[in-house]
């Protein structure tokens, strides 16, 4: 457990780096119908009231909103710099296109060995234990939460920015999520359900 949690460290700088990198790659038309997609759009201005909603922001433009061309931004990074990507960056953005987000309900927390063991609430009967430090140390049985699960080197850990849902039925979750994806203007499925549940973790 201990190599794992090493591994996991790393994987998470990686990204931290990464994203940084990705983020600035995007043109600014595509920033602006993605902060629209997710309403925080106030007259000519972009509204972020917060750095964690920062994260989220980020989140969504780099691995859920795709532009006109069919793809994310994950997929054009790496067509733009596969050469120079270094093995664990090249992992890590693999990894990213391959996870589908989704909505879980946490059953177990192990604070000794940094894990939370979590069941897909979308896709019924899928458990599995993701490493994930603060959240091992914080968090409370039952919580439901969105978010992108990934795994590398046998190690399941989130993309980050989760959104944790506090006392919430899963069943007005996943309602309303699909009232708000039916209403979005966004051209991919899966970037109205991701605009969606931003929406509504806004609004707890």
Known sequence: MANNISRYKEIRQVGIELNTKIFETIDKADIRIAARVLGLVKGKKIVIDSE?????????????????????????YLERNSDSLTEDEKTLLDALLIAKPSLYRIVEVDKHNSSVKLTDIINKD?????????????VILDFILYTRVLCIDDIYMTSGAVMLFDGIDE???????????????ASSDATKRAA?????????
């Open 126 to 138: 899928i458990e599995l234990t993701i490493i994930d430090i603060g959240f091992s140390q914080s």
């Open 171 to 185: 069943k007005y979750l996943i309602e309303k999520s699909k009232l708000y994806a039916k209403k979005s203007f």
């Open 52 to 76: 964690s909603e920062m994260d989220r922001f980020t989140n969504f433009v780099i691995n859920d909103y795709v532009s006109q061309d069919g793809k994310n931004l994950i997929e054009k």
């Open 196 to 204: 969606a549940f931003f929406k509504l973790y806004k609004k707890v």
